[in-house]
């Protein structure tokens, strides 16, 4: 039983990181690509 309440702990910290890891890299995809929009706009 102990066993199966660890993994479960595991698995749901791996996916709450999971989550974060893919949240940040969409939020810096947006800001690279808005960003090289705008200079692109300003200097292009």
Do not use: P
Request: net charge neutral.
């Amino acid at each position: 039983m102990a066993d199966d309440e660890d993994l479960s702990t595991l698995s749901e910290r791996r996916q709450r990181r999971v989550k974060i890891t893919a949240w940040v890299v969409i939020v810096a995809l947006i800001l690279t690509a808005g960003g090289a929009t705008v200079f692109a706009l300003l200097f292009g």
